[in-house]
C-alpha cells in the first residue's frame, strides 16, 4: 500500500473544511438592517442637479459614504443601508443617495457590503442608529469608512454610521456622485 503525501493529505482537508468555514462567514445584523443575503451592484454618476425637497408629508433622509482609501487598486467597498429592518439601498465611494420616509421614529442602520475574500476584516463593519423624522425636514448620515495600511502592508479598518449637520450634508450632496442600484440576483 503507497503512503499519502503529507501535502496532499494537507490540501485535502482543508479543501473539506472550506464550506463549512465558509457557512460561519455570515455577519450578524441588527434587527435595523436586512437580510445578510442581499447585496447591491452599485453605480455612480457626477455632476447630477440638486435633489428635490422631500414629498408633501414626508421626511427625507440623505445616506453619505465617504471613504478615505480603496481596499485595493481597484475598488472600493459597497455600503448597504437598512431602515427598520429591510434595506433601501447602497452605495459606493463618495457617493450619497436619498429616499423619503413618513414621519415618526426610524431606526436605520450601515453595513460594509463585502466579497468572501475581505468578509473577515468587514464582518463587523456595522452601525446603527435611531431617530425622529419630521415631516418637511431632511435628516442626513454619514457612513465613514478608513482603510490604514502600515508599513508591513497590514491594514486596519474603521466604520462609523453617524448624523451629520444639515451644512455638512449639503456639502456633501453638491461635492459627491449620485449612487443607483439595483439588488444582485
Known amino acids: 500500500m503507497a503512503a499519502m503525501?503529507?501535502?496532499?493529505?494537507?490540501l485535502l482537508l482543508c479543501a473539506s473544511l472550506f464550506p463549512a468555514v465558509q457557512a460561519k462567514a455570515k455577519t450578524i445584523l441588527?434587527?435595523?438592517?436586512?437580510?445578510?443575503?442581499?447585496?447591491?451592484?452599485?453605480s455612480t454618476k457626477k455632476d447630477q442637479p440638486p435633489p428635490p425637497p422631500p414629498a408633501e408629508g414626508k421626511a427625507q433622509i440623505v445616506f453619505i459614504e465617504d471613504e478615505n482609501a480603496k481596499l485595493?487598486?481597484?475598488?472600493?467597498?459597497?455600503?448597504?443601508?437598512?431602515?427598520?429592518?429591510?434595506?433601501?439601498?447602497?452605495?459606493?465611494?463618495d457617493s450619497y443617495f436619498i429616499i423619503?420616509?413618513?414621519?415618526?421614529?426610524?431606526h436605520v442602520c450601515a453595513n460594509v457590503q463585502a466579497s468572501k475574500l475581505w468578509l473577515g476584516i468587514f464582518k463587523k463593519a456595522v452601525d446603527m442608529a435611531t431617530f425622529t423624522a419630521e415631516a418637511g425636514k431632511v435628516y442626513y448620515f454619514s457612513a465613514n469608512m478608513k482603510v490604514t495600511r502600515s508599513g508591513d502592508d497590514s491594514r486596519t479598518f474603521d466604520f462609523t454610521f453617524?448624523?451629520?449637520?444639515?451644512?455638512?450634508?449639503?456639502?456633501?450632496?453638491?461635492?459627491?456622485?449620485?449612487?443607483?442600484?439595483?439588488?444582485?440576483?
Open 100 to 106: 423619503d420616509v413618513t414621519p415618526g421614529v426610524h
Open 30 to 42: 441588527p434587527d435595523s438592517c436586512g437580510d445578510d443575503s442581499v447585496t447591491f451592484d452599485v
Open 162 to 185: 453617524s448624523p451629520i449637520d444639515e451644512e455638512e450634508g449639503r456639502y456633501r450632496v453638491k461635492a459627491w456622485k449620485v449612487a443607483t442600484w439595483k439588488i444582485k440576483k
Open 72 to 93: 485595493d487598486s481597484f475598488r472600493y467597498a459597497n455600503v448597504r443601508y437598512g431602515l427598520d429592518g429591510a434595506w433601501v439601498g447602497a452605495n459606493y465611494g
Open 5 to 10: 503525501n503529507p501535502r496532499l493529505v494537507v
